[in-house]
């Protein structure tokens, strides 16, 4: 089955403000992703090293309390459950790993692997990834933002010459 | 001021999420292949989506705020570690153009059914153990240089919210302009149909 368009840029970047927008209105703060990985890693060294992970200065206090247990969680279980209704009814669920046409499977999952771990190390050092502190900040004003949101793309443009010839 | 109603319930958060997710899939930001084309410059929907949104949100909380409906300082504003945050998005903006995604798009791939996404994933649970276990060297790094508290674009040029709008609107005007312009020199952006053949089983 053929997949449905998309959504112009203008008219999933209006929707993508109100939601936004009203996210605010109920919670007093934006959107957020990162936040939940941390306490997912929270989870999971509670279970494989629970006395390092309690001992941890940045970690331990999430473990004090249930580290999932918090509306970050829900948020992002929202997301997924939303983008999967978006895949379903657009027609564009696929089971694959999706990579440039000129690149290996192999490749593709170590490259994926790297920039998560990347992405997890500035998303902590930041206090926030693209959704909590590009979005968010950016809807708010705050100058956090701006500065995260300048140095996402000079970044982004700068790898992206490195490895292109993994996505063309 | 009835807003914000500062709810953190399971109800509001499976909403906002609900919403969140379903945008960002309809954008077709589940693919790693249309995010990463922003920054070979063949697609900039990634810019065009972010930046309308930003406008958007941030016209409707300023008119919250002149209609009384929400109070100035209701809402949460981050406050700036200028050094950190820029590191930050720095490595964030590398593990998007190497690893294809965001924290927030990575959800939407693996919505999609994605494998690359769940590697992804487990990509930042390992940054995020690394970032905790390297806490002690990292912390001068994580606290330096930082800002006023909520420090806003208004605090820091002194002029008005509506001016700040304006200004980033007419910026993202000629960001749409110039990005559609680049776009059709590159044979982009991404359509739905290129990136999910229609004869998949």
Redesign the interface.
Known sequence: MSPRPFWSPLWAGIALGLALFLTFVLTGHGLGSSGFFTRLTAEIGQWLAPELTAANRYLGDYVRGEPLQAWITWEVLGAFIGALVGAFSGRRFRPQVERGPSSGMGSRLVLALIGGILTGLGARLARGCTSGLGLSGGAALAVGGFVFLICFFAAGFLFSFIVRRYWQ | MI????????A?????????????????F????KL?????LED??V????????????L??WL?KQFGL?GAG?????????V??????????????????????????????????I???????????????W??P??E??LATP?PQ???????AGIP?WL??LVLAAMAWGG?KLGSKLEQKMGGPY???D??P?D?R
């Open positions: 807003w914000p109603l500062y709810d953190s319930g399971v509001s958060g499976l909403l906002a999420g609900f919403l969140f997710g379903f945008v960002l899939e309809n954008a077709g589940g693919s790693p292949r990463t084309g922003q920054f070979r900039w929907s810019f065009k989506v972010m930046f309308t949104a930003v406008i958007v949100a941030a409707l909380l919250s929400m209701s809402y949460y504003v981050p406050t700036p570690f200028y950190a945050m820029a590191v930050g998005g720095l490595l964030i903006g590398a593990g998007f153009a190497i690893g294809g995604y965001c924290p927030g798009t990575s959800v939407t791939g693996l919505a999609g059914g994605r494998i690359d996404a590697v992804f994933m487990v990509g930042m649970v390992l940054g995020t153990a690394l970032f905790a276990a806490f002690g990292l912390e790094l994580y800002g909520g420090q806003t674009l208004m605090d820091l919210e700040i709008i749409f359509q739905a149909s990136l999910y229609a998949n």
